[in-house]
């Protein structure tokens, strides 16, 4: 604990000052928000001493009635929230106010595009509520006291924009009860907020739905009741959305949500809201992503991330448990039967959810994709209970549109598979482009079978752990030997094997020049216009997924590919074996393969020097 008692005036993060130039020059589109997001801080606020509260009764301090005051002064044109929740230390206050404690600020602005409606939706997500203070206000003093310590161990903060922007004072102060008072000096042309009439209608369209009294005078504003308990009957669209607001801390309205009461053996309420955009912090596995935990009303914690598994992080909401203790730690609720019973019926509700949309609400569903497919898609390997579920949630690009947009889904490649074809194939690229180029696909495209495009890398994992959907095997086009099935005719493989045996010494002489660079050369059935490729064994590891493992710092089993060529292709007809350039020949043939399907080169001046000694030779003859 921090034992000074002068006033400092310190500067804030970089990121903070840029944050609130943005304020200044009005980022909200809607600046009444302000109002919620210091209402939310200290609903947070009460929340949080409930939960400390239940190991220390003590904390409240003979005043358990909690609650969240405004006030306003006309004549010096203040208005003021204040809450008796749990206050803040004055660490704490250099903590949450001096910096923006959450990670992610570079990829914040960055994110930033100048148009202020879109730049608008973003500040919630980066956990900044607090300065939209500066909106309306050109200064704003806070005073703090946490619960539990005494009087003289409040803590001033205060942040004058009109003088000098970029720096704040922290000074110790005197506050007789807990909690936190948020003083706004209001800009010129702001007095419209030292209304009462006008300040009820923003708490009520808001922040009706908090469950601690918003007081105004000595009327409460608010509902003051958690809307998860209330009857869905009850509840309109619009307070679902507003209460989505304040749980994510989004400004954005949610793309779906679902509110049921779970009766039974376990007796719980889920909240589950789908959000339309993706956080900046998704990607984050230092950040926890979860839902809030209630037990019996009580707040227990945020990001409660043992609730959903973690394919299902994108989801917001609330969990109150009839059944959990009130001493629940996270440590209890990852060993907790009954949490795993709560996680399996939530992820269940979700993927219900998902499933509804699609099929309802196509156009919201391919939003929600292009959002969160990524994620979704990492299902099938965590969530063996529910694969084929979530099987029919995914969306791929395909051979067929040959169109990098993900809007196909397994359901619809059966649905048009050929007569004959067994299996559904695929091809696993690092990026689009080279999926939909991949030499694999030359036989594919010829005959008219659709192959799906996958280039997300999270694609390899996918296949690796769905094997097969509706008694459909997903097949590789770029492993082991390619079966067709009976959309290939008994002829067409009597000339495959009749291409083996006239070819048999050039293999032979080709395999012997690359040495353990591959397993085997042999006559691929794939390709029609490219002249080489290479190809995966069946129990092999595939040449993408190894190069992202590569890349990752894993160590990854050494396995040689096979080389396949095609006999068709102008280049493989002028091979000889006994042509004193094949071993040239076949680095090439290996190299354009290797490039082909996205992987590096070991030795590149080697591959130009190659490639400019056979250009030269030819161009002699």
Same mark, same amino acid.
């Given at each position: 604990?921090?034992?000074?008692?002068?006033?400092?005036?310190?500067?804030?993060?970089?990121?903070?000052?840029?944050?609130?130039?943005?304020?200044?020059?009005?980022?909200?589109?809607?600046?009444?928000?302000?109002?919620?997001?210091?209402?939310?801080?200290?609903?947070?606020?009460?929340?949080?001493?409930?939960?400390?509260?239940?190991?220390?009764?003590? !904390?409240?301090?003979?005043?358990?009635?909690?609650?969240?005051?405004?006030?306003?002064?006309?004549?010096?044109?203040?208005?003021?929230?204040?809450?008796?929740?749990?206050?803040?230390?004055?660490?704490?206050?250099?903590?949450?106010?001096?910096?923006?404690?959450?990670?992610?600020?570079?990829?914040?602005?960055?994110?930033?595009?100048?148009?202020?409606?879109?730049?608008?939706?973003?500040? &919630?997500?980066?956990?900044?509520?607090?300065?939209?203070?500066?909106?309306?206000?050109?200064?704003?003093?806070?005073?703090?006291?946490?619960?539990?310590?005494?009087?003289?161990?409040?803590?001033?903060?205060?942040?004058?924009?009109?003088?000098?922007?970029?720096?704040?004072?922290?000074?110790?102060?005197?506050?007789?009860?807990?909690?936190?008072?948020?003083?706004?000096?209001?800009?010129?042309?702001?007095?419209?907020?030292?209304?009462?009439?006008? !300040?009820?209608?923003?708490?009520?369209?808001?922040?009706?739905?908090?469950?601690?009294?918003?007081?105004?005078?000595?009327?409460?504003?608010?509902?003051?009741?958690?809307?998860?308990?209330?009857?869905?009957?009850?509840?309109?669209?619009?307070?679902?959305?507003?209460?989505?607001?304040?749980?994510?801390?989004?400004?954005?309205?949610?793309?779906?949500?679902?509110?049921?009461?779970?009766?039974?053996?376990?007796?719980?309420?889920?909240?589950?809201?789908?959000?339309?955009?993706?956080?900046?912090?998704?990607?984050?596995?230092?950040?926890?992503?979860?839902?809030?935990?209630?037990?019996?009303?009580? =707040?227990?914690?945020?990001?409660?991330?043992?609730? !959903?598994?973690?394919?299902?992080?994108?989801?917001?909401?609330?969990?109150?448990?009839?059944?959990?203790?009130?001493?629940?730690?996270?440590?209890?609720?990852?060993?907790?039967?009954?949490?795993?019973?709560?996680?399996?019926?939530?992820?269940?509700?979700?993927?219900?959810?998902?499933?509804?949309?699609?099929?309802?609400?196509?156009?919201?569903?391919?939003? =929600?994709?292009?959002?969160?497919?990524?994620?979704?898609?990492?299902?099938?390997?965590?969530?063996?209970?529910?694969?084929?579920?979530?099987?029919?949630?995914?969306? =791929?690009?395909?051979?067929?549109?040959?169109?990098?947009?993900?809007?196909?889904?397994?359901?619809?490649?059966?649905?048009?598979?050929?007569?004959?074809?067994?299996?559904?194939?695929?091809?696993?690229?690092?990026?689009?482009?080279?999926?939909?180029?991949?030499?694999?696909?030359?036989?594919?495209?010829?005959?008219?079978?659709?192959?799906?495009?996958?280039?997300?890398?999270?694609?390899?994992?996918?296949?690796?752990?769905?094997?097969?959907?509706?008694?459909?095997?997903?097949?590789?086009?770029?492993?082991?030997?390619?079966?067709? &099935?009976?959309?290939?005719?008994?002829?067409?493989?009597?000339?495959?094997?009749?291409?083996? &045996?006239?070819?048999?010494?050039?293999?032979?002489?080709?395999?012997?020049?690359?040495?353990?660079?591959?397993?085997?050369?042999?006559?691929?059935?794939? !390709?029609?216009?490219?002249?080489?490729?290479?190809?995966?064994?069946?129990?092999?590891?595939?040449?993408?997924?190894?190069?992202?493992?590569?890349?990752? &710092?894993?160590?990854?089993?050494?396995?040689?590919?096979?080389?396949?060529?095609?006999?068709?292709?102008?280049?493989?007809?002028?091979?000889?074996?006994?042509?004193?350039?094949?071993?040239?020949?076949?680095?090439?043939?290996?190299?354009?393969?290797?490039?082909?399907?996205?992987?590096?080169?070991?030795?590149?001046?080697?591959?130009?020097?190659?490639?400019?000694?056979?250009?030269?030779?030819?161009?002699?003859?």
């Amino acid at each position: 604990m921090s034992t000074t008692t002068t006033k400092e005036t310190l500067g804030f993060q970089a990121e903070v000052k840029q944050l609130l130039n943005l304020m200044i020059h009005s980022l909200y589109s809607n600046k009444e928000i302000f109002l919620r997001e210091l209402i939310s801080n200290a609903a947070d606020a009460a929340d949080k001493l409930r939960f400390e509260a239940l190991a220390n009764s003590s !904390l409240y301090e003979s005043d358990s009635d909690l609650k969240i005051r405004i006030a306003f002064d006309k004549e010096q044109k203040t208005l003021t929230i204040s809450d008796n929740g749990i206050g803040m230390s004055r660490d704490e206050v250099i903590a949450n106010i001096g910096t923006i404690a959450r990670s992610g600020t570079r990829e914040f602005f960055q994110s930033l595009s100048g148009d202020q409606a879109k730049d608008a939706k973003l500040i &919630g997500q980066f956990g900044v509520g607090f300065y939209s203070s500066f909106i309306v206000a050109d200064k704003v003093t806070l005073v703090t006291r946490r619960a539990g310590q005494s009087p003289t161990q409040a803590t001033r903060w205060e942040c004058d924009m009109s003088r000098e922007a970029g720096e704040y004072s922290i000074e110790p102060a005197e506050k007789a009860d807990r909690g936190t008072e948020v003083t706004l000096h209001l800009r010129e042309g702001e007095d419209e907020l030292l209304d009462e009439f006008r !300040l009820k209608g923003i708490v009520r369209r808001y922040s009706d739905h908090i469950a601690v009294p918003v007081l105004m005078e000595k009327e409460t504003v608010n509902q003051a009741s958690a809307l998860w308990t209330r009857p869905k009957g009850e509840i309109t669209d619009e307070q679902y959305t507003e209460f989505y607001k304040h749980v994510a801390h989004d400004y954005q309205a949610p793309l779906a949500w679902t509110h049921n009461r779970v009766e039974g053996r376990q007796e719980y309420t889920q909240l589950l809201y789908l959000p339309a955009q993706a956080p900046f912090d998704l990607w984050d596995r230092q950040h926890r992503h979860g839902l809030k935990l209630y037990v019996r009303r009580v =707040f227990i914690m945020d990001d409660a991330e043992q609730l !959903l598994p973690a394919y299902l992080r994108f989801v917001r909401g609330v969990v109150d448990s009839a059944d959990l203790p009130l001493n629940v730690s996270r440590e209890i609720l990852q060993q907790s039967k009954d949490v795993d019973a709560i996680r399996a019926g939530c992820a269940k509700r979700v993927l219900g959810l998902l499933e509804d949309l699609a099929q309802k609400d196509k156009e919201k569903y391919a939003k =929600f994709w292009a959002e969160f497919g990524r994620v979704l898609k990492e299902g099938p390997s965590e969530d063996p209970a529910n694969r084929e579920q979530i099987a029919k949630l995914l969306r =791929f690009s395909s051979s067929l549109a040959n169109s990098e947009a993900q809007d196909i889904s397994l359901a619809d490649y059966v649905g048009r598979m050929k007569e004959g074809q067994d299996r559904i194939y695929y091809v696993t690229a690092e990026t689009f482009p080279a999926a939909k180029n991949s030499p694999h696909l030359e036989i594919f495209r010829k005959r008219g079978i659709e192959v799906l495009l996958l280039s997300d890398r999270v694609d390899e994992w996918l296949v690796g752990n769905l094997t097969e959907f509706e008694g459909k095997k997903l097949a590789s086009v770029a492993r082991g030997d390619l079966d067709l &099935g009976k959309v290939q005719g008994e002829e067409e493989k009597k000339a495959q094997e009749a291409q083996e &045996g006239e070819h048999k010494a050039l293999l032979e002489k080709l395999k012997e020049a690359l040495g353990d660079k591959v397993k085997e050369v042999r006559v691929s059935t794939r !390709l029609t216009e490219s002249p080489s490729c290479l190809v995966a064994d069946e129990h092999d590891m595939g040449g993408n997924l190894s190069r992202i493992l590569k890349a990752a &710092g894993q160590k990854v089993p050494q396995a040689a590919p096979i080389l396949e060529i095609n006999p068709g292709h102008a280049i493989v007809q002028r091979l000889k074996a006994g042509d004193p350039a094949l071993a040239d020949w076949a680095g090439l043939l290996f190299d354009q393969a290797l490039l082909a399907e996205g992987g590096q080169l070991e030795d590149p001046a080697g591959f130009v020097r190659r490639s400019n000694a056979l250009l030269l030779a030819m161009a002699a003859k």
